[in-house]
């Protein structure tokens, strides 16, 4: 007998699944409520069910996340968990708690098959997609580890498909996540405050916005094409010209009406006042915000972090444009948890690892 982890339903599916073992579907939302709301993962403590209903559940399902391998906390109150998904594969998840705010960075992919060439994440291959609850475990670990109590305060407000991998080329697990980080009956969420970050995958982020739109966040990091190829390398299947109209397209879905640019400062390979200048006019149709990323070093990148003077006097171009810009303050990076630097664990099947190391 198969047994299926209910961390795996968002509410239509798990209904489906109540049906199908002979149980009125309004259970789901019992269950889904036990399981992501109070974070209960016992059947037999889910006391408005009868008893026969927890005893056939018991038996037939279970809820499991992924398991903790280690914990890290910084300086500055930045958590990062290191979570097996089997047994070769570990992903990173982080929890950044800020005065106003707690935002969680979950993955998506065992690894990242994209290649950008500053990322940690990028250099160490790719392995699979996460199912979804292997995603949304994620949350519901990281809401039992920061010990919210059942209907307290909420610690996490944010959350952010920042980690490891690429969202987008796990569209349906990612979907399927989101719409339980927004049910009312599980995290309940704003699609304000769930955020979606891509390299560019322009076909999947049409999809996005007619099926599940959220705030989007696109990685750019270079102002042209040329530059762009090396950087991210998928920019060569979706170029500047086309990955623009997309956001274009995206906005009149989106809770927002600006896509973020995500851009990581390097020095001396895009971080000029004339790469600013060229950006200025790359988004002059795009509504937008600039969120500038200071460059985390890890060994045998081959790049450097841009000085703060020239972080400044791009800032300025981009701001005396008119453009909304902040700097991203490095949070996490003394336990490796900053922008760029998550590599968890990943039984490589690229093989890009090695020659990487």
């Given at each position: 007998?198969t047994?299926?982890?209910?961390?795996?339903?968002?509410?239509?599916k798990?209904?489906g699944?109540?049906?199908e073992?002979g149980?009125?579907?309004?259970?789901?939302?019992?269950?889904?409520?036990?399981?992501?709301?109070?974070?209960?993962?016992?059947?037999?403590?889910?006391?408005?069910?009868?008893?026969?209903?927890?005893?056939?559940?018991?038996?037939k399902?279970?809820?499991?996340?992924?398991?903790?391998?280690?914990?890290?906390?910084a300086?500055?109150?930045?958590?990062?968990?290191?979570?097996?998904?089997?047994?070769?594969?570990?992903?990173?998840?982080?929890f950044?708690?800020e005065?106003?705010?707690?935002?969680?960075?979950?993955?998506?992919?065992?690894?990242?098959?994209l290649?950008?060439?500053?990322?940690s994440?990028?250099?160490?291959?790719?392995n699979?997609?996460l199912s979804?609850?292997e995603?949304?475990?994620?949350?519901?670990?990281?809401n039992r580890?920061l010990g919210r109590?059942?209907?307290g305060?909420?610690?996490i407000?944010?959350?952010?498909?920042m980690?490891m991998?690429?969202?987008?080329?796990?569209?349906?697990?990612?979907?399927?996540s989101?719409?339980?980080?927004?049910?009312?009956?599980?995290?309940?969420?704003?699609?304000?405050?769930?955020?979606v970050?891509?390299?560019?995958?322009?076909?999947?982020?049409d999809?996005?916005?007619?099926?599940?739109?959220?705030?989007l966040?696109?990685?750019l990091?270079?102002?042209?094409?040329?530059?762009?190829?090396?950087?991210?390398?998928?920019?060569?299947?979706?170029?500047?010209?086309?990955?623009?109209?997309?956001?274009?397209?995206?906005?009149?879905?989106?809770?927002?009406?600006?896509?973020t640019?995500?851009?990581?400062m390097?020095?001396?390979?895009?971080?000029?006042?004339?790469?600013a200048r060229?950006?200025?006019?790359?988004?002059?149709?795009?509504?937008s915000?600039f969120?500038l990323?200071?460059?985390?070093?890890?060994?045998?990148?081959?790049?450097?972090?841009?000085k703060?003077?020239?972080?400044?006097?791009?800032?300025a171009?981009?701001m005396?444009?008119?453009?909304?810009?902040?700097?991203?303050?490095t949070?996490?990076?003394?336990?490796?948890?900053?922008?760029?630097?998550?590599?968890g664990?990943?039984?490589?099947?690229?093989?890009?690892?090695?020659?990487?190391?």
């Amino acid at each position: 007998m198969t047994v299926v982890n209910l961390l795996d339903f968002d509410a239509e599916k798990l209904a489906g699944f109540f049906s199908e073992i002979g149980e009125k579907p309004f259970r789901a939302g019992q269950v889904m409520k036990w399981m992501h709301r109070f974070g209960e993962d016992n059947f037999s403590n889910m006391s408005d069910l009868a008893k026969s209903l927890r005893e056939k559940l018991g038996e037939k399902a279970e809820i499991r996340s992924p398991g903790l391998i280690r914990e890290l906390d910084a300086f500055d109150g930045t958590r990062k968990w290191l979570l097996a998904v089997d047994e070769g594969n570990a992903v990173e998840t982080v929890f950044i708690p800020e005065a106003n705010r707690g935002t969680l960075c979950i993955s998506s992919q065992v690894g990242c098959a994209l290649e950008c060439s500053f990322c940690s994440t990028g250099r160490q291959g790719f392995n699979r997609n996460l199912s979804v609850a292997e995603i949304i475990g994620q949350l519901w670990w990281a809401n039992r580890a920061l010990g919210r109590e059942p209907g307290g305060e909420r610690i996490i407000s944010n959350v952010v498909m920042m980690g490891m991998g690429e969202p987008l080329l796990n569209f349906e697990n990612v979907v399927t996540s989101l719409n339980l980080m927004l049910d009312d009956s599980a995290y309940g969420l704003s699609r304000r405050r769930v955020t979606v970050s891509t390299s560019g995958v322009i076909p999947a982020m049409d999809r996005l916005g007619e099926r599940c739109p959220v705030a989007l966040a696109v990685s750019l990091h270079a102002p042209n094409d040329a530059l762009r190829d090396v950087l991210v390398p998928i920019n060569k299947k979706y170029p500047l010209k086309e990955l623009m109209a997309a956001c274009r397209r995206y906005i009149e879905h989106a809770p927002r009406d600006f896509v973020t640019f995500e851009y990581v400062m390097l020095d001396g390979v895009n971080d000029s006042v004339s790469h600013a200048r060229e950006l200025v006019k790359l988004v002059k149709d795009v509504p937008s915000k600039f969120n500038l990323i200071p460059f985390n070093p890890f060994p045998h990148s081959g790049y450097g972090r841009s000085k703060d003077p020239a972080i400044e006097a791009f800032k300025a171009v981009l701001m005396d444009s008119g453009l909304v810009v902040t700097t991203r303050r490095t949070r996490g990076d003394d336990i490796d948890a900053a922008c760029g630097q998550l590599a968890g664990k990943v039984m490589d099947r690229t093989r890009r690892s090695g020659a990487a190391a």
